[in-house]
């Protein structure tokens, strides 16, 4: 899949059996604290607190467990889950494992995107092999605990990448998300408690498991610690998968890819945020721009209101329609970007567009609509210059 | 509909619940399965869908009608799907939909008149540092362009070629 990759450390040295054997060595508690000691957060973007969301889910109540992994990479701009599946599956798999077991879950899912139907025959195939080897199955590593996976197929619903959309479409339903709480770590699949997370989270947690928790909260910044899997692409030299510690400013990062004459980059895909040159000393971390790992970079030729127009349209399509400020308010956004588009927005229209990407932000169900106008708020926050009184329609 | 055919999607049906469950949540996948063999989930297999979970055939068309990799009306052997979103369409999608377009003669949302080939906008596919990037069925293209679309369309059109069939190696080496 040759993906452009450097500094990895998640990957290259990382045994993911010898992180299985050090996780049954441990009881399940201390599974837990070893992940909450990492401090390592959800991957997928949101950056939840692993230990937290684990410990929440042994700690409830139910007939059965479930963990889920949350392989509906569907973010605009986002192909890191699809190198780690083609590349390292076993690290997945593995800290799925733990990740059952941390939890007292026998069944774990993966959820695959349709799009990425082509990767299922070889995950079924190292599936079988840890089957064969005692990996996975009714006595993992002879031990008393039994955990198994299963793959299912997503079809084509970008929505179902939240959490509890992809809950709703495992059983058989629409993908529409739920209100929360209560939390699938309570009710989850079936109403039993259940952990989703990211692939890159449960390679993260192999990782863990095999260097230590002091190792991985070693890298990175005080809040955000370990490795960071970038997906980058757009005008630059070297697209492609990139590992860096959590932390690297904009600027570091575009040197390493080789788009330093950049005008702007948009990270977090879709549902991001679009970062302006002067901006580029900002760093990549939760505790300033947080992402699940996209990053699309635009170079000085670039039309930005283009760029915010693909990105509506993209939600006018993948809204769930369930709730009024998603369905309607990005229908909206986007007549306001073809009014843009033609030269006739007045100001004081455009000002009224901003405020209802701000009540679309607060009032929508899911973090679809509430992301939903970020792109566009950020383009016309930093290129209004660009966008107002246009003369040619669209510019090419 | 032939009687026989309605049969055999029935049995087709039936073989597939067992295999899934006959529960709720084994919808998605039974109608993968319709999807993948009949290429549309018709009103008869809603119905039979339904029947055989018991539940409404209202549910199954919600549900069918929210997917985009479901589809009620017929598409083609050979659904393209090509990737629309910015990534793609800064590395020059434009032209090879209208290239697409050109030599199927149909365009986008379309079935060619021969039954052969659907062409789709499909949001991001996830090959964002190869674009432009198209599925083919279950088959990913990418770095393509509207040169190279001509060469795609023929691979599809050698009937027994490569791309004809569904991959379904994990089913065989389930059975």
Redesign the interface.
Known sequence: M???RKGLVTFSTIDPDAALRAAVAKTRTEMIAEVTASKLKGRGGAGFPTGVKWNLAAAAKGDAKYVICNAD???????K??VILSEVPDLVFAGMTIGGIAIGSAKGIVYL??????L??QL??AL?RRRAAGLLGPQILSKSVGFDIE???G????VCGEETALIE???????EPRNRPPFPVDTGL?GQPTIVNNVETFACVAAIFAKGAAWFASIGTEKSTGPKLF?????CAN???YEFPMGITVAELLREVGGEDAKAV?IGG?SGRCVPASEFARTISYEDISTGGSV?V?GPQ?DMLA?AK??M??FV??S?GQCTPCREGNAKLLEGIEMLEEGRCSARYLDELLTLGEVMQNASKCGLGQSSPNAFLSIVSHFQDELMGRTHGPAR | MLVTEQQRLKDDIGRWVQRYGAQRSALIPVLQEIQAKYSQVSEYAMQEAADHLGIHPVEVYSVVTFYAFLAEAYQGKFVIRLCRTISCDMAGKTRVARQLENDLGITFGQTTKDGKFTLEWANCIGMCDQGPALLVNDHVFTSVTSEKVHDILELCRKSFGPLAVHDNRHEEARQ
Do not use: H, K, W
């Open positions: 040759n993906a452009n990479e569907g973010e605009p701009g986002t192909f889950d699809r995107r349709g799009e990425y139907a082509y299922r025959a079924e195939e079988a793959i299912r197929m079809s084509g619903a970008y479409s495992l059983e058989g339903q629409r993908g079936g997906s980058v692409s757009g005008d697209p492609g998968v948009q879709a699309m635009f670039r760029v693909n990105f349209e993209f399509e993948e769930c």
